[in-house]
Each structure stands twice: as structure tokens, then as C-alpha cells.
């Protein structure tokens, strides 16, 4: 690392980026080896030491005391005397906004800021304490693109003030576009390191997973689809949150065979409890669903399953029952097939895991709990569950997040597999770049609200980042088609 | 009844001042992220150990350190379990109370015989440094706490570092470990910082008060003090008044049972009274309360 240098680090997950960045900022111990910072070598046993040495982090959650202002949180840890100086704090938080060119408020609380705001108090926080190494771990994985345009221009900024940062992603685009050098990382190695301006995508991506990457193979759009009759159709639908306030004000939308619809949007806009209200976790507030035709009372996972509707949570964790086998997971949703009188029929159980084990390519045992899977095999396995019932509509949310790339991959071959046999799926993620790949039209939604409605092919990604951010409007004739 | 109002008002101050105590005490150690279910035997222990140095040694000031010492090793014992150990608080808590009362009542048996010991020491007099009489003759150790350390412990709390560390840590100790703050050392000095608020709130009572330790001395105030930092919504001033409002409740049942007219009513039903109040108090104004966000929570790094 060198002075004024922006440096990616780039891996796939599980590669090893966050670890060895934990290890540097002294939140996780390291067995071996050492951290040499301007040419001395430190020992880095808690952050305290870290930031004495001069580094800064800035982590994927951030590290802010919520309930409090962003003065108290730029006071933390710092200072000297029994006093606490919030005056002082304030001072070094606007000259540090100042140094980055983005405003902050230092009495404002940090709840009640954006994440991009969130964000840029943590680097605030890091410059005001003098860093002169900056680390920022996966940061645009949080934001719209308008907020990682302006990250960007910030970060080039302080790099030309003499600070070295280490910018973390796996996100290709974003390393060649704003970073100078580039080390990859590979099972907790390093795969390379190189300048970025002398490497291309592809070279960059083989080093990342080891081996020739081929991009997402998607049949075209069914031409005419919408004039037939849609599988999924939400009409007018309200629902609140756990609050009590209204998550959901009247969402319309309709899914048809054989199509993928993209829901894009910031996280807390309504996404997560639409996909709940069609899961049967979450009561109507208003509004109407009608799976292949019938309509839905809602606010009943057994309705719901029997209606054709299979789901693939955000928490996968949630989704599956930790301590009990593959097995008997693999089953969960549908035990009245697996009886034998008033037994289970443990033989067909299993065969049923073999099977699907086999066909999903699941690395596991049917004997093994659950909880011992990596999250890409537990992914399967909820893939698993849900489509060996060949359901008509899908609903999916986040289904590749954290996952690595070769998870995803086949995530998303599934999920397109799912389409050509002709159901229709609602995908709600967070990443851009998936809802463009998979996605035949995209809907964005907004404080409860869909804001817009256009065609996948072709999207521009300034107008929906416009749109996710809740202004601007979108394309009136792919609203109609929808 | 001005006479009536002004013995109420005398009551309720001195009657609140344990409870005012106790309520910085479990403040700071909730607003740390540990409930403190040790606090009935902290006071208890303070009240205990507090009455024999002094009979021992004949200097209440010295009972006074007992029971600061007390609630340094209660604290310490709580933080150890509970931060070091990581151990489910609610267990930790309520053990710590057993183990506190049992030593004490072991100890009252040791020394002093055990049962309803009618030793007696000669307690804190009353002090009126402004000799106006009525609400204002009280104990030393109700003008410090009132005058001293409610303000100082909003101060220390609010406007220190340490405060900001307390509550950071209560809050979000991943963020404040980030930030180089020792959740471990924090949680330790708030939790002890605590228990001494709890003991020498015990200790009011057999140094001040009565002059004398009786079994049932500490009566579930305890428990109390927990309900009131609840409607305090972990601050400082709330949780006092809170305690000043249960004290006055609990001072004018005292009165009635003596006043003519009311010797009818079943004295059970008012001694019930203030108990009644903080329930109602709690269940108006404890719904949607925002506990620290680290309530409960061992800190472990990952």
C-alpha cells in the first residue's frame, strides 16, 4: 500500500477480504504473520491499537451507536480528561465533512439518518481521528448508484490528500473504475496482484474464482406474454409493518408464466413485507391477491402453499429448522406426503433426499442437521424444497446474497430453469446487477409505493437508481404492460 | 393538615432515599447492558455488613466503607459472572441475590445470634443545616443523595467520557469496542460503580434509619427499584421521580394507618398500595420503552 493509493481487494465471498481486514483492524486475532504500517511493524491486538497506527475502517455493518448523535459517536473513544466535549466533536466532524466534500449534521441522530449518510459519518469518524489508512469493506453493496457516484468522487478526494485506502468488493465494475491497484484474494490467499489500469473483467474474474467464468444464459422474453392470462396478481394491496404503521400502500402488479418481475428498491420500502403478505406470514392490510385466478384470504403459509406459491426467504437461516437433517427439511413443507398412517414414512423421506440431493448437486448427507452446511448448500436445499413441489409462482427474495460465485450461478440458473418451465417468479434483491440478469421487467418500489415500471433489457441504470432514490418517473407504457 | 402534608413530605424524602440509591446503581449498570437482579441482595449485604462494622468497631463511617466495599465486590462478582463468563444474566442476577442474603443472615447468626437481633447502634441523627424544620430536618446521607449524587451521576452519565462509554456500550458494544472503548472494563466499572449505589442504599436503613438490621430489612425494594428504572426510561431524573412517587405512596399508607377514621380499612390493602402504583405507573408509561440495545447480551468478539 502506498500513500495516495487507492487499493481494491477483491475475492469472492469466503475468499478471505474481510478476515484479513478484521485481522489488520484488530477486531479478529491473526495465528501468524505481521502488519507493518509506514515501515514499522505494529502489533494490532484491539481497534484501539489499530487506530493509534493510523487505520480506519469502515465495515459492511457499520459501527455506530444508533440512539446517539454524530458527535457523541465521533467522541467515542476519544479525547482526553473526564469531560465529554461534544463542541469539540462537532468541530472535527464538520472539518472532516469538509476534507471529504459531503455535508454531515452533527447533531443529527444516527438513526434517523440514510445509510449513505450512515456511511459517510464512519469515514467522518475514521478521517477525524486522523487515519491515514482508510478501509472500507464492500461499501457500495448499501447504496444507489447516484450515492456510489458520490462515494467515489469523495474517495478520489481523499486519496489525493495523501491517505492509502483499501477498498473491498467483488464487484468488477467497481474496481476497475475507481481503483489503482488490485490484489485478489482466493481461499485466503493471494491469487495476484496488479495495476488496475493493466488488467481487464475477465482476467480479474479468473483470478477471482480459478477458472473461466460464463456469464448467465437467458432464454428471451416470451413475446406477447402479457397478453395472456398472469399466474400472480396483486391488486391495491396494503399491509403494515410490525409498527403498525403502513408498510404497503397499494401495490399493484401482475406476474405471467413463463416471466421473471424484478422488484428493485433501497431495503425498508416495503419489499420485505410484500414478500411476506405473499408468503402468508404477513395479514392483508387491503387489496387483493389472486394466484392462477383464485383469489387469496392471506395470512396463512398452509393457503398459501396449497395455492402453488413456493418461497425462497431473505433468512435462510430462518427458513430451515437448524438442527434437524436434510433430510426431514427437505420435507418440512409438505409432511402429509411423507405419511405412512400415522407414522412418517422415514423410507420415502429418504429416498425423496437422495433424489433431490443428488439432482441439486447438495454437498451433504440426508443424515446431516442442517446448521453444518455452508449457506450456498442450505440455499440449495431451500431450492430444493420449493421446486421439487413445481410451483406456479415463486417468490424469491435476496436468493444469491452471500453467497459465492459459483452458489449463485447455479442459484440463478435454477431460478431461470424455474421460468422456462413456465412459473412465474417475483424477485426482490437488493443487487442491480441480478435483477438485470435475471429479470424480465422490473418494478421499483418506494415508501410502500411502486414507482415505476420498465423493461429489463435495455434498463438504464441512472434512471433506476433515480427512481430507487424516490424521484423521477418511470416509462408510462411499460406501467400499462405491467 | 399543613402539619399532615409536611410529615408526608418528610417521609416520602427519606423513605425515597434508598430507593434513589438504588435507582442510579441500577441505572448505570442497566445502561451498561447488564440487568443487575442482584441489587435486592447487594442492599441487603450493605445493610447487613454496614450495621455489624459499625457495631464492631463503633464508627458508622467505617460501616459506611463496609458497605461500600460490599457493593464493590457485589458488583465485581456480577461484572465476573456476567461480562467475563458471559453467563445468562437474569440467573446470574437472582443467584447472587440468594447467595448475598444468605451470607448475611449466616453472618447475622454468627455474630449476633441470629432471628430479630436487638442490637443497636447509634444511628445518623437527623441534620437541618438551614434550621428550617419540617421536610428539611433529614439525614446526612439523604441531602448528599438528593443534593450530590443524583446530579453528579446525570452529569457523569450524560456529560463525562465515561457516561458516553457506559452508554455506548449498553448500546452497541460492537460499535463501541470498534471504537476503542474496553466493553469489558466499561461494563466492570459500571456495574461496581453500581453495586456501591445499591449497598450504602441498604446501608441507609440500618445506619441512618433504624439503627438496627431485622431480617425482613430490605422488604423487596430491591425489586422495586428494578420496576422504577423501567419507568425511568434509563434515565436519571425519571427513575428518581419515580422513586420519590412510590416513597410518597408508601408514606402516606404509612400515615394513614395511624389516622383516625381510617383504622377500618385492612392495613394489608394499603401497605399493598405503592405496589399497586408502580404497576399502574409501569403499565401506562413502560409500553413502547426502548431498553438499551445491548440489554441481555454477553459481548463476545466474533
Known sequence: MRRGEIHALLGENGAGKTTLMRVVYGLTRPDSGEIVVAGRPVAIRSPKDAIAAGIGMVTQHFSLVRPMTVAENLALGRGSGMRLDLTLAAAAATEASQRLGMRVQPSARVDSLSIGQQQRVEIVKALARDCRVLILDEPTAVLVPQEVEGLFSALRKLAAQGLAIVFISHKLGEVLALTDRVTVLRGGRVEGSAVTAAVDERTLAELMVGRPVVGQERAPAVVGSATRDPLLEVDSLAANKANGLPALRGVSFRVHAREVLGVAGVSGNGQSELVEVLSGTRPLGGGLVKVAGVTLRGGSVPEVIRAGIGRIAEDRQASVVGDLSVAYNLVLERIDDFRKGGRLDEEAIQRNARSLIERFAIRATPQAPVRTLSGGNIQKVLLARVLAREPKVLIVSQPTRGLDVGATEYVRSELLAARERGAAVLLVSEDLDELLALSDRLIVMYEGKVVGALNAAGADRGQLGLLMAGRGSAGAAAEQSA | ?302
Not at chain 2, 458471559?86 to 447475622?108: C, D, K, P, R, Y
Not at chain 2, 433529614?138 to 448528599?144: E, G, K, N, S
Not at chain 2, 457523569?156 to 467520557?161: P, Q
Open chain 2, 1 to 302: 393538615m399543613i402539619a399532615f402534608v409536611f410529615d408526608i413530605l418528610t417521609a416520602t424524602i427519606r423513605n425515597a432515599t434508598p430507593l434513589a440509591l438504588g435507582t442510579i446503581g441500577e441505572t448505570y449498570a442497566e445502561r451498561s447492558g447488564v440487568l443487575n437482579l442482584g441489587i435486592e441482595g447487594t442492599m441487603y449485604a450493605g445493610a447487613f455488613f454496614g450495621f455489624a462494622t459499625a457495631f464492631w468497631t463503633g464508627s458508622l463511617e467505617l460501616g459506611l466503607l463496609a458497605a461500600v466495599l460490599v457493593g464493590l465486590v457485589a458488583g465485581g462478582l456480577m461484572a465476573f459472572l456476567t461480562v467475563t463468563l458471559g453467563a445468562n444474566q437474569h440467573v446470574s442476577g437472582l443467584g447472587l441475590t440468594l447467595l448475598l442474603i444468605g451470607v448475611s443472615e449466616f453472618g447475622n447468626r454468627l455474630a449476633f445470634g441470629g432471628g430479630q437481633s436487638l442490637r443497636r447502634i447509634d444511628p445518623y441523627p437527623l441534620v437541618d443545616p438551614l434550621e428550617l424544620g419540617g421536610p428539611f430536618s433529614q439525614y446526612a446521607l439523604t441531602y448528599v443523595t438528593f443534593l450530590a449524587f443524583v446530579p453528579l451521576a446525570w452529569w457523569v452519565l450524560m456529560r463525562t467520557r465515561f457516561g458516553l462509554a457506559i452508554r455506548a456500550v449498553g448500546e452497541d458494544p460492537e460499535a463501541a469496542d470498534a471504537a476503542g472503548i474496553s466493553v469489558f472494563r466499561t461494563r466492570y466499572a459500571a456495574l461496581m460503580v453500581g453495586g456501591v449505589l445499591m449497598a450504602v442504599g441498604g446501608a441507609f436503613f440500618t445506619l441512618a434509619a433504624l439503627g438496627s438490621f431485622t431480617l425482613d430489612i430490605i422488604a423487596g425494594r430491591g425489586w422495586v427499584v428494578i420496576a422504577l428504572v423501567i419507568f425511568g426510561r434509563w434515565g436519571i431524573w425519571r427513575a428518581v421521580a419515580g422513586a420519590l412517587l412510590f416513597s410518597a405512596v408508601y408514606s402516606l399508607q404509612l400515615r394513614l394507618r395511624v389516622t383516625p377514621g381510617w383504622q377500618d380499612v385492612p392495613f394489608e390493602l394499603l401497605l399493598a398500595l405503592p405496589y399497586l402504583v408502580v404497576i399502574a405507573a409501569l403499565a401506562l408509561s413502560g409500553r413502547n420503552v426502548a431498553y438499551p440495545g445491548a440489554y441481555l447480551k454477553p459481548y463476545r468478539r466474533t
